[in-house]
């Protein structure tokens, strides 16, 4: 359906979509930085096919107009929506909670295949799985926890999620029915901000293809959270092009 | 509260409204947001008439044009505070906020039966052919003209029949006989293209 969304951005320029569907598409809007990035464009160019039909009206209706001025009273601009942002924080945490309750669907079935996280020793192994799984499972819960889709990518990657946390400083990786890497090789994260990418640990997607990976290191100043495919245990720099690339919001 | 006093335009703002130099519908929506009605009458010259023109060809009906006319420039008083500059002009902002209140009108004071009867009467590409038989003297019109000259038919179909018509993207599917997708995919890309010739300016 998400997938969907970006595709309706010419319907709810054009105002040809439905109120329920506008509320989902805008909804879309607030996580979808590439949809709110080329929205005022075309909401511009709607209103240059506007521009075309300018007709005068009848010279009394500014006197009404003018003459009811008096009865409206003007909003104050929005210095301190802090009612606006509770309420959004409402509607966000709803969403979060479902992808939460995505996330921990898929957790449990990683559980006991975590395959990022490799020990001799099975109890610790056990240990660092539930470690790893609160770190997971706080961000996923951060009460401003925000989803990125990946710039536009293959099918397999499509998918596949990265939810920050600003608050946290954290970040996840949630993917579903990935590919294996090839032979002697591993998909490597990647933070990148003004410098160099930084390498922020290595994983792979396992028996079950599920799979959630905390994105290591400081997410400060981050831009772009990146996936590529590296030899086996990871490289200090990026060898080629992302398979995934996830656009950081500026705070 | 109780020493109000009938609000007067400060000093810097009287001066910028005199002289030669036309404000821009930007800077007159500033001063409106501060309760300057003379910025607003000023505005409402300059905006008036696409917001009429707007509403007249989505509603056809001129007494209905008038009363969305009317509602839209008092919700840009209302509202002027809220503008956000960084989304785009303050032109753009109220013909999207007209277009937007025409197609609502037109989508809840229409029976079903009105609908049936509008389309019934709607030929494959009315808004379009209006838009040709006007006397095109205006540059935005004749820019949009050409922008929609540029489009393959069924982008210009869609596009003028969801922008001018107010239909939305589901009837339009219906109206022109193709898959919702199409439709969707249609609107985006021809309003990218119509951008890309137009400029998107204002």
């Known amino acids: 359906v998400t997938g969907d969304q970006h595709l309706l951005i010419g319907a709810y320029a054009t105002d040809a979509l439905d109120e329920p569907e506008r509320d989902v598409f805008e909804d879309h809007l607030a996580d979808c930085p590439t949809c709110a990035a080329e929205l005022p464009g075309l909401l511009a160019t709607a209103a240059t096919l506007g521009a075309a039909t300018e007709t005068d009206p ?10 009811r001025l008096d009865s409206v009273r003007q909003l104050p601009p929005l210095v301190q929506p802090v009612q606006q942002l509770s309420l959004r924080r ?9 992808s939460v309750a995505a996330a921990l669907v898929i957790l449990a079935s990683v559980g006991a ?14 240990q660092e799985i539930a470690v790893a799984q609160q770190a997971v499972a706080r961000v996923l819960a951060a009460p401003d926890a925000t989803t990125l889709k990946p710039l536009p990518t293959e099918a397999a990657w499509s998918g596949a999620r990265v939810v920050m ?30 410098s160099s990418p930084k390498p922020a640990g290595t994983f792979e997607p396992g028996d079950d293809a599920a799979l959630s990976r905390v994105v290591e290191g400081s997410m400060a100043g981050a831009k772009v959270i990146a996936v590529t495919v590296e030899p086996d245990g990871g490289r200090p720099t990026p060898s080629g092009d992302p398979v995934a690339t996830f656009a950081v919001p500026s705070a | 509260l109780a020493d109000v006093k009938p609000w007067r335009p400060r000093k810097d703002t009287e001066l910028r409204l005199v002289g030669d130099a036309q404000p821009t519908p930007d800077e007159l929506l500033a001063l409106v947001a501060r309760g300057d009605r003379e910025a607003f009458s000023a505005l409402y010259d300059l905006a008036v008439p ?15 044009a008038e009363e969305v006319t009317q509602e839209v420039l008092l919700e840009v008083w209302r509202l002027a505070a809220r503008y956000d500059g960084e989304r785009g002009t303050a032109m753009s902002w109220i013909t999207t906020m007209a277009h937007r209140r025409s197609v609502d009108r037109v989508r809840s004071a229409q029976t079903a039966s ?27 019109e004749q820019q949009v003209r050409r922008g929609l000259e540029g489009l393959t038919e069924l982008q210009r179909e869609a596009v003028t029949l969801a922008y001018y018509g107010g239909y939305t993207y589901r009837e339009v599917a219906v109206m022109l006989d193709v898959p919702l997708g199409t439709v969707k995919t249609r609107l985006r890309d021809g309003l990218i293209r119509l951008r890309d010739t137009l400029g998107a300016e204002s």
């Open chain 1, 113 to 126: 295949t975590w395959s990022t996280l490799r020990f001799r020793d099975a109890e610790r192994q056990q």
């Open chain 1, 90 to 98: 409402e509607r966000r945490s709803m969403r979060m909670l479902v």
């Open chain 2, 50 to 64: 696409r917001v009429f023109g707007i509403a007249r060809r989505v509603l056809r009906d001129p007494a209905q």
């Open chain 2, 114 to 140: 009105d609908r049936e009867h509008r389309y019934g009467t709607a030929t494959s590409t009315p808004a379009y052919d209006e838009v040709s038989e006007q006397v095109v003297q205006r540059w935005e």
């Open chain 1, 165 to 194: 946390s600003p608050s946290l400083g954290k970040a996840v990786l949630v993917a579903d029915g990935l590919a294996e890497p090839p032979h002697g090789h591993t998909y490597e994260l990647w933070v990148i901000d003004d």
């Open chain 1, 58 to 67: 009848p010279p009394r209706l500014k006197q009404d107009v003018l003459a």
